[in-house]
């Protein structure tokens, strides 16, 4: 079957080629931080950018690989990839896709903004992997997101004075969106619920253990890419973002319920590290330990 090309003019680059680069020709406008390309294809070459690529799966499915790692894709599907990363798509059956091509200029621009909104680092600069493992939207949550995409397409197509800096806006806007999407915890089916009890009710209870994946897989007897599948599913994180979650939640519990040294919570959480769980810390709750001891309020 043939290629859609997943850029325009892609064919016209030599088939010797290493991995494709595309730079800065595929931005039709010089002025703006964005453009929004929608295309069915039926897989594409390796190929590479200098530029970060926010994309969501309307239809159809595919295989998706970046740095050695794959996953399945198929409608509801986000994901991000980030600039000088290498990616394909292959068996692809008629997959539909809105890639948003941002410029690093622009994350770059917003970087200090953005690191300070919980769920950030997790969707746009994974720990796990080269680019952010795909994640499901809700019916919901895909028509919300899609509605920015719409108002950041129109500004391009308008440009109206001041179109640039809406576009900045709205994009900004989808970002933050997408991000306390990620954060929220997903309801769990009966049929997950069941098959993942056993881990997850370990993992509750032994927060500071640092258990490798295999162990986790034997424990609810899966295959380790069988229980990655399920826990995505399940909780839309895979399990150590799962057991980072629980750790930070329990220690935002401490700070708040008991007068234990931040160094004393961090350890009984499970952090070796006070740098690495002030850090982390501040990526999930958007503020220092400190400052959260001092605010009045629950934690979710």
Not at 12 to 22: G, M
Not at 177 to 187: D, G
């Amino acid at each position: 079957m043939k290629k859609t090309p997943i850029y325009p003019h892609e064919h016209h680059k030599p088939a010797s080629d290493p991995p494709a680069r595309l730079g800065d020709w595929i931005f039709l406008d010089p002025a703006s931080p964005v453009r929004v390309y929608r295309v069915t294809t039926h897989g594409t070459a390796l190929h590479g950018h200098d530029f970060v690529e926010l994309v969501f799966v309307l239809g159809g499915h595919s295989r998706h690989t970046a740095g050695g790692v794959t996953h399945r894709l198929e409608a509801g599907h986000f994901f991000v990839v980030a600039g000088d990363q290498t990616h394909l798509y292959d068996e692809t059956a008629a997959l539909q896709v809105i890639n948003l091509l941002i410029r690093n200029s622009f994350i770059a621009t917003h970087r200090d903004f953005l690191a300070g909104v919980p769920g950030y680092a997790a969707v746009f600069a994974a720990d796990d992997g080269p680019f952010s493992l795909p994640r499901r939207l809700t019916t919901a949550e895909l028509r919300a997101s899609l509605e920015l995409v719409e108002h950041l397409e129109q500004e391009g197509v308008g440009r109206t004075p001041g179109y640039v800096r809406q576009q900045e806006a709205w994009l900004l806007a989808l970002i933050v969106q997408l991000c306390r999407f990620a954060t929220q915890p997903r309801p769990m089916t009966a049929g997950a619920r069941v098959r993942l009890a056993p881990v997850l009710a370990w993992l509750e209870q032994h927060l500071e253990a640092d258990v490798p994946l295999s162990e986790l897989a034997a424990r609810a007897h899966l295959s380790e890419r069988s229980l990655l599948r399920h826990f995505r599913t399940a909780t839309g994180l895979t399990p150590h973002q799962y057991l980072l979650r629980l750790r930070l939640n329990q220690a935002a519990r401490l700070l708040r319920e008991s007068d234990a040294s931040i160094a004393d919570i961090a350890w009984r959480c499970g952090f070796r590290d006070s740098n690495h769980f002030s850090y982390q810390f501040h990526r999930r709750m958007g503020c220092r330990a400190t400052a959260f001891r001092r605010e009045p309020g629950s934690v979710a």
